[in-house]
C-alpha cells in the first residue's frame, strides 16, 4: 500500500526520513500545502532572519505541492487545499499520514480520506504533560473535539512516551499504537562530526580547547528560556567554562544586555543562525547539551542531534523528549522548568564532574539514541502497515 504523508512544507527534519524510506524502496508521496523555505528565502519570524536551508530537502523522494487558498495570518484558516482533496480523490487507496489537526486541510483530511478508501494514520506532536496543565474544562473540551475528528484514524503513530501516554488517556486502544519516533538523520551526523576531533572542532571554531564547553541550541524566544541558562551560567564565571548559544531571535537584546550585567562577555557566545551543514561541528566541539525549554517544546530534536555528538545532557523536565531521552545519572541531569537555583546546580555538578564520567555519559547517550532512528520509525509504519490488512 502507497503512503502519503501531509505537511505544511518541507521540513530540514523529515526531507532526510523521506529520502531513506525511499532509497528503502517504500512506495511514499509526501504533500505539501506550501513551499516554506525549501526553494527561496523565507522569513522565519522566531529567528527573526531569513532563511533557506543549505540541505536538499526536495530530493530523494516523490513530492507535491498544491495551491493553499487559505489566508496569511496564523490560524485555523491559513491552509485550506480544495485541489488536495480532489487529488486525493483520485488516488488509489492508501494509508494517508497526517501530522496535525490545527488546520482546516488537516481536518478535512480526517474526515473525507475514508470516504475515498483510503485508510487513515495519525502522527502528531501529542504530549500528555502539555495535555494536563490545561484547565480542565479545557481538557475535556478538546478531549470530545479529538474523538470525534480522529474517530475515524487506525493507526496512531507515537514519538516518544508523552505521545504514546496522550493517546492512551484518550482511550486508544494498544492495538492501535505504534512506535514511530522523532528521530534525526543520525548517520549523517555522525559521519560529519567525525570527520575531525573535538579539538580539531575548537579550533575551528575559535573556541576554548581547554574549557568545558556547554552548548545550548535552539531559538532565543520565551518558550526557550534562555536567560534561565545565562543566569545559571553566572555561578561558574570565571572557572574554565564557555556556554556556546547557537541560534537567533527575539531575545537577543535582551540576552546580551544580561550577559553585559553579568560580565559573562568573554564566557557566552552568541553565535547567531547556524544553517544545516554546519550545525554538527558545533555538536562536536561541546561536552554537554543544554536545553531550558517550557512547555511548548514538545520534543526537542536538537538533543538528539547532540546525542549522536556523544554529548551528556541537561533538560529541564518540561522538554518533551526528557522522558525518553534523558538518563538521569546516566546520562545527564534534569531539573525543574524554571528553577534558575536548581539548574545552578547541575551546572556546578556538570563543572566538577571528572571528565571520565562526563565521557562515559556522552556514550550512553550515543547509545540511547541508537534506539530513535529512521530504521525504528520504519519498523513502526510496517507494523501499522500490517495491521490494516
Known sequence: MQLI??????????????????????????????????????????????????LPLLEGYRHRFFTNEGHDRPGFGRYHHPQMLEALRQEPPSLLVVHGWNYRTYVQLLRQAPRWGHRLAFRAETNAAMEAARPRWQQ?????????????????????????????????????????????????????????????????????????????????IA??????????????????AT?????????????????????????????????????????????TLLM????????????????NAGLSLILSDQVGCAADLLQPGINGWGYACGDVAALTDCLQQWMHAPTSELQQMGEASRQRVAEYSFAQIAKGLQAALQSLR
Open 5 to 54: 504523508f501531509v505537511h505544511t512544507h518541507p521540513i530540514q527534519y523529515f526531507a532526510p526520513l523521506y529520502q531513506y524510506l525511499t532509497a528503502q524502496g517504500w512506495p511514499l508521496q509526501v504533500w505539501y500545502c506550501s513551499q516554506g523555505a525549501s526553494s527561496s528565502q523565507q522569513l522565519d519570524k522566531e529567528f527573526g532572519t531569513h532563511l533557506q536551508w543549505d
Open 140 to 220: 475535556w473540551a478538546r478531549r470530545w473535539l479529538l474523538r470525534w475528528l480522529l474517530g475515524q484514524v487506525q493507526a496512531y503513530c507515537y514519538i516518544g512516551q508523552q505521545s504514546r501516554l496522550f493517546y492512551q488517556r484518550m482511550g486508544i486502544a494498544p492495538h492501535q499504537l505504534f512506535f514511530t519516533p522523532y528521530a534525526v538523520d543520525n548517520d549523517r551526523f555522525q559521519r560529519q562530526m567525525q570527520t575531525q576531533t573535538r579539538e580539531q572542532w575548537r579550533q575551528q571554531l575559535g573556541l576554548p580547547i581547554h574549557h568545558r564547553i556547554l552548548l545550548y541550541s535552539g531559538k532565543y
Open 223 to 240: 518558550k526557550k528560556r534562555p536567560l534561565d541558562a545565562i543566569r545559571a551560567f553566572a555561578s561558574l564565571q570565571g572557572q574554565p
Open 243 to 287: 556556554l556556546v548559544m547557537m541560534g537567533e531571535g527575539e531575545l537577543r537584546p535582551a540576552m546580551e544586555a544580561q550577559i553585559t550585567e553579568l560580565g559573562l562577555q568573554q564566557q557566552v557566545l552568541l553565535t547567531g543562525f547556524v544553517n544545516q551543514t554546519a550545525v554538527p561541528g558545533w555538536y562536536a566541539a561541546a561536552d
Open 292 to 307: 531550558c525549554s517550557q512547555y511548548g517544546e514538545t520534543w526537542g530534536l536538537s538533543v538528539n542531534e547532540g546525542m
